[in-house]
């Protein structure tokens, strides 16, 4: 081990972190990989190289030392940069940047040098076992059985090198004595996890015994554990190491190593659930494939996923137990999730692990197999209807609890308001299309035998200018009142407007983004935060069109602003139904349900144009006021 391993291993303090930000220039870090064009002093724009983009939406100040991607949310200094583009943790990327700018590495203290010498001699024990282990299943005799096995697993002998497979006898102290008399001590066998203790009295013994070894490295590829699958009979089937100065199974991943090139290269990472998926993948031609450690993936393994790529795929199996494992997963993910930061998971069939795909139908079988993912927000869309029918209020209103609790869960204000939203529009789809349903059920068996021709679609007209002046109006008005957004009616309406205009959409998703991440809910906080979403152009040409009303208007009193809302929805709705029902008389044939639909539109429409009339008297009395 030489000292730039020992500074790896370390802590580096405060003061030689802002010494080495203070003489980097952001821009020159991230010029190297991004072309970037001047702004302005210190301020420069490119195309983003987290997303897939044609118009830039990256932005690098000098000024303030940090990048920002107002399309993916990417944002950071120039350490995090480094981090991000090559996969490194923050040790790593300030040592790099450390030395390409001249900036001296920081001398080692008499305590982390303990530390670090200690670290150093249990890497040298267990590759010394790692290298041993391998011998033993190349030409021993005793690993007959063990080589058989990987016979039958179609592990090649290129395979057994690459993952660095070995044997363990079934001895008590095989490996023990051979470590012994290569000067290796006890204490170091046992600090390294490889030899055991019984309580009280009692001599020690081997930890792996009779068992096809796995070895378990770091990101860096160095050997810290090792897993053992028993050959014949015996508990467990897999054996770990326990936790050790340089193991714990919670935060490595099995070929975390060799999977990080790939996976940056392919911009997918994989998580299996053992070491024998991952290599079947490997064989599969699938590299980027790691899986924990034996047990469900802990949150720190979530974020060694996640440094590697922003929504890593779960691969499980299609049984009771993988769905199980998928819906612990999403729970410990939830509370994590950040802008960009998800998951994607893909089942396999029931019984299948991916060595039986790979196997019986081939690599490229496996591969499509992958392909099949399903995002997080679906999974739990899934789990929350399991199958269920939502059909009544009370079963819908069941449903919107269990989604809600899960997106309660989610730390991140942006994320968490994208998934309230989604839920909802989801749940009130789903509430139209259970009503359709439900009405074509109940036609009765008198319409049986009843023929009609196959039913046209309504062709509804494009888009009106006094439609498209009242969603103006609308989104104006939250503009210049966004307190409005705190009465519940008005987030639901908002939520689920089909608005024609792709520009007034940004605006309105911007609006309830910026509402769930400000707890102040006045205009200049609105303000701000539609800046930082790149969405001033928008809303200034809005807030300049002549053809507003005076409730849009920034001056306009609140309860004003609040009638003129009421007024302008319900003008819009009733312009919606017009529309349908002026299209559906104006088709050559009508189905009995369609002219069932016509009757049911013309009473809403006069019901509505009642109300519009009533909400305008309303609007007018404000002006006196």
């Known amino acids: 081990m030489d000292y730039k391993d020992y500074i790896n291993t370390m802590h580096f303090s405060p003061d030689f972190i802002n010494d080495l930000r203070s003489r980097l220039r952001i821009s020159e870090v ?20 987290f997303h897939q983009e044609k118009t830039p939406s990256f932005s690098v100040s000098d000024n303030k030392d940090f990048y920002h991607c107002f399309g993916c949310g990417a944002h950071g200094d120039a350490i995090k940069f480094v981090m991000d583009t090559q996969g490194l ?92 008399d290569q000067n290796f001590t006890e204490k170091q066998l046992l600090d390294a996890g490889l030899i055991g203790k019984p309580e009280g009295a009692g001599t020690t013994y081997d930890r792996f015994r009779n068992r096809l070894m796995f070895p378990i490295c770091d990101n860096k590829g160095r050997v810290v554990g090792f897993g053992g699958r028993i050959l014949g009979d015996g508990q467990p089937k897999y054996l770990n190491s326990p936790d050790t100065e340089l193991f714990h199974k919670g935060t490595l991943l099995y070929n975390q190593h060799l999977a990080r090139e790939p996976a940056y290269k392919t911009g997918t990472i994989i ?33 060694l996923l996640w440094r590697m790529e922003d929504e890593p795929i779960l691969c499980l199996d299609g049984d009771a137990a993988g769905k199980r494992a998928m819906t612990k997963v999403a729970e410990i993910a939830l509370p994590l999730l950040q802008l960009g930061k998800s998951l994607k998971f893909t089942m396999l069939p029931p019984g299948k692990d991916p060595d039986d795909i790979l196997s019986e139908q081939g690599g490229d079988a496996l591969k499509q197999q992958l392909e099949h993912t399903i995002p997080l927000v679906e999974l ?34 942006n994320v968490q308001n994208h998934y309230k939203r989604h839920f909802k529009d989801t749940i009130w789809k789903l509430g139209r299309t259970t009503t359709s349903k439900s009405f074509k059920s109940k036609k009765g068996t008198n319409d049986k035998n009843k023929k009609f021709p196959p039913q046209k679609a309504v062709p509804l007209p494009a888009n009106s200018p006094a439609k498209h002046r009242y969603e103006q109006q609308l989104i104006a008005t939250l503009l210049h009142h966004p307190t409005l957004l705190e009465r519940p009616d008005i987030e639901e309406e908002l939520l689920h407007l089909d608005l024609s205009d792709p520009d007034l959409e940004r605006l309105r998703d911007g609006l309830i983004s910026a509402v769930s991440s400000d707890q102040n809910i006045d205009e200049q906080a609105i303000t701000k935060q539609l800046s930082i ?93």
């Not at 991230?30 to 190289?49: A, F, H, I, N």
């Not at 053992?274 to 599969?284: K, L, N, Q, S």
């Open 533 to 625: 979403q790149n969405l001033d152009k928008e809303s200034s040409t809005l807030l300049q069109l002549k053809t507003l009303d005076r409730f849009t208007a920034k001056d306009a009193p609140l309860h004003q602003a609040l009638s003129g809302w009421n007024y302008t929805i319900a003008q819009l709705h009733h312009e919606l139904l017009k529309d349908e029902h002026r299209a559906l008389l104006g088709m050559d044939f009508l189905s009995e349900k369609e002219i069932i639909r016509a009757e049911a539109l013309k009473k809403q429409k006069d019901v509505l144009k009642e109300l519009a009339e009533k909400q305008k008297m309303a609007y007018l009395a404000t002006l006196d006021d």
């Open 380 to 413: 739990l869309w899934n789990n929350a209807t399991a199958g269920d029918s939502i059909n009544t209020p009370e079963r819908k209103a069941a449903l919107e609890k269990r989604l809600m609790d899960y997106a309660d869960s989610i730390s991140d204000p």
């Open 89 to 180: 943790n923050f040790s790593e990327a300030a040592q790099q940047l450390a030395q390409a700018y001249g900036v001296p590495l920081p001398a080692p203290d008499p305590r982390s040098e303990a530390i670090y010498e200690k670290r150093a001699n249990l890497y040298d024990v267990l590759e010394a076992a790692c290298a041993w282990m391998q011998k033993q299943l190349a030409s021993s005799s005793a690993a007959a059985a063990a080589r058989d096995y990987c016979t039958q697993r179609n592990l090649s002998s290129s395979i057994i090198d690459t993952f660095r497979l070995g044997y363990t006898p079934a001895g008590r102290d095989s490996l023990k004595k051979i470590m012994l």
């Open 271 to 303: 998580a299996a659930e053992g070491y024998m998926d991952v290599i079947a993948m490997h064989r599969a031609g699938i590299p980027n494939a790691v899986a924990p450690l034996g047990t469900a993936i802990t949150p720190q393994q979530l974020q």
């Open 30 to 49: 991230v010029g190297k990989r991004v072309k970037l064009q001047p702004k302005g002093r210190g301020e420069y724009t490119g195309l983003c190289c």
